[in-house]
């Protein structure tokens, strides 16, 4: 099993301000992927990064993908109610089909 | 028009029980999974098949046996249910195994044993 950690674990912020989270590993990943999930329903994928040190924008979401491929962040600009949720990293070793998750951020944005 | 779908949505049965849950999918997708989400929100895959072959089985007990009669269905079938299996169970699947594949979940079905 390749442990994903993310940081924080809790995240309780302001409308309107930035936010970022961390999935950290010392493995090292083929892809890796971010999810959000809303109570009672599955994680929807946000995006996915496969090369060292990439960077995506989806609006005002930031993800990068670490050089050495072991870690990746989430950037949120102006949080809103809306971006409320379970944050979830996943990450595909370089052998093998499965996703291994993170351990999850929990993100509140306070109106 | 629902892409995953599971059944049921609740499940609260007695230890030492056993039960099945359902999953069909109707993206037309090859690769369908079982994962388990315990109390900490931690998501664990269990099985994977691609085209009704089980290509990943991450350390489950053999209590919990899946089942593929077809590309668009993939049951859980679990035995002799013990009080740590209670969580909740998503379904999902994607379009083949690559690692930018884009893996579609379904509602969850959350099992409580007492």
């Known amino acids: 099993t390749q442990l994903l950690e993310q940081s924080p674990q809790f995240l309780s912020i302001q409308e309107g301000e930035n936010l970022t989270v961390y999935c950290n590993s010392s493995?090292?990943?083929?892809?890796l992927q971010w999810y959000r999930q809303e109570p009672g329903e599955g994680p929807v994928l946000l995006v996915t990064?496969?090369?060292?040190?990439e960077v995506k924008k989806l609006k005002r979401l930031t993800f990068q993908f670490g050089d050495a491929r072991k870690d990746s962040s989430l950037h949120i600009t102006a949080a809103q109610p809306g971006d409320t949720g379970l944050y979830l990293c996943a990450g595909q070793p370089p052998t093998g089909n499965q996703f291994y998750f993170g351990t999850g951020t929990s993100l509140t944005v306070i109106p | 028009d629902t892409a995953v779908s599971q059944t049921p949505k609740y499940l609260v049965t007695q230890m030492g029980n056993d039960k099945s849950i359902k999953c069909e999918q109707n993206?037309?997708?090859?690769?369908m999974y079982w994962y388990k989400q315990d109390s900490k929100k931690f998501l664990k895959i269990m099985f994977s098949?691609?085209?009704?072959?089980?290509?990943i089985n991450e350390t489950v007990p053999n209590r919990f046996s899946p089942k593929s009669p077809d590309k668009a269905h993939l049951n859980l079938h679990i035995n002799s249910l013990e009080l740590g299996d209670s969580a909740v169970y998503f379904c999902?699947?994607?379009?083949?195994?690559?690692?930018?594949?884009?893996?579609?979940f379904g509602p969850g079905t959350r099992l409580t044993v007492l």
């Open positions: 999902a699947s994607s379009p083949g195994t690559g690692p930018d594949r884009t893996q579609y």
């Open positions: 990064v496969v090369t060292g040190g």
């Open positions: 098949y691609n085209n009704k072959e089980l290509i």
């Open positions: 493995s090292v990943f083929s892809s």
């Open positions: 993206l037309g997708h090859d690769t």
